[in-house]
């Protein structure tokens, strides 16, 4: 099978997106691509057909399926091979685009027009933004794709191109910067929020990215689906977690900025050399991280998943919070004049889907090695926590207090979890996101 060619431009973007030292593929993977697919044996080293790389995904799956369907049934194979829109936030993002690329793009096109908020649409200004890909008359939704510099120009360009060719391409995060400012230049993804898109199969109609949707190319759909998940200041981290099935339980860590979360991750990780009052320097994390740690002597492994709490970064929390397998909401003791805050943005993050939820979930009251530091009982009751899961006596929830300064409550914390994560939990939380599929999740 011949391999697809991708357009040149659509080469160039991976290079302007991916940094200065990756300027040619033609017929390649971005480099990034491979943080996208857990299991690199499977990502071709050069432009394949999706058949041939799905071929292999089905052997893999059926054989895996039948050996741990009984054992984990918190799993989202997929049933009976139909495509599930509903696990695409979850866990099988990688495995959807691999065997259902166009509908799994699809899906991630809908998903970012309904859940994210509208962007500002300012239309480009013809005269200095001119459109190498006019709209169809057809799709009155449909805006021209962002226009992309093209190397190696002849001489004879236009002084206007050439301004933007000889600009030396941004390292990673600014590329990324820069793309989101393309996207939101060019798409208006407003008209197809929520209350006008019913389905999925609209949005589908709507297709506004015709010319990087190419059916049966992974290139083409990748750098698709890419453009969208490129707007997450770390797509990679999704993916990654979609690999950790059977890794070990995932903790969503989240809470305002300042919370401690960042060092409290430090301090799990590296709990052992790190002395009692001695805290590695942080900085405000921007996006997402992770870390594995290991707790007990049974070696049980949890991935802490942890979400910057600065205000632009928490539109975040409620796209990813649902991936993982407990939560930890992170609170400042000392900072009792966030306590409202805190407690209006975890309320928000949880919402109503908290009654479809079965997930273990703490608060934690951070800094209690602090000289007035609110009690724990305090802070339980500032965060309105009782409230919030009256009602919901299945879910395991609690308040504990903990210092990542020196380390008191933290092994409880650990304790808790590795008991409260249970497969029961799990599986009655996966059916309530089938439940909800559609709504706002
Ligand atoms: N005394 C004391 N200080 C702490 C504790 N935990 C964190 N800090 C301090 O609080 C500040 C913020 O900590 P971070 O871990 O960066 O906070 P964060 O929640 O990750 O913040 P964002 O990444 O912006 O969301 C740092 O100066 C830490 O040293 C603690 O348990 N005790
Ligand atoms: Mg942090």
Redesign the pocket.
Known sequence: MSSPRIPREHAFAYSARAGPATATYIDDFPPWAPALFPRPQLLPTDAVSIDAASSLWIEEQQSYTEEHSELDPHIPWLDDGVFDAGLLATLALDEQLLYWPEQAFADICWAAAVYEPPVVVQKPAPATVPDPHPPLADVTNRRSPPPLPIPEQDEETDTETETITSTPAPPYSRAVDEHNRLLALNYDFAPLRRRDVEAKEDYMRIDPFPRYLQPNTATSTLDAAAALLMLQPTPQTHWQVSGSVGVGDAIVML??????????VNRLHRRAELPSGV?P?????VGSSMETIVHSAAGHSITVW?F???DKVRPLWRRYMWNGHAFAF?V?A?APERFALAAEELAHVCGERAEYSAFPFLVLV?????PGAASVEEVRRAMGVDALFEGHTEWPWGVMG?????GEGLDEVLDWFVASVSHKNIAEHNKGKKYIEGRAW
């Open positions: 809470g305002l900025d300042d919370a401690g979360k960042t060092s409290l805290l320097r942080t900085t405000p994390t942890e910057g709490g600065q992170v400042d000392s951070n800094k209690v090695d602090l903990v210092s990542a300064m020196t």
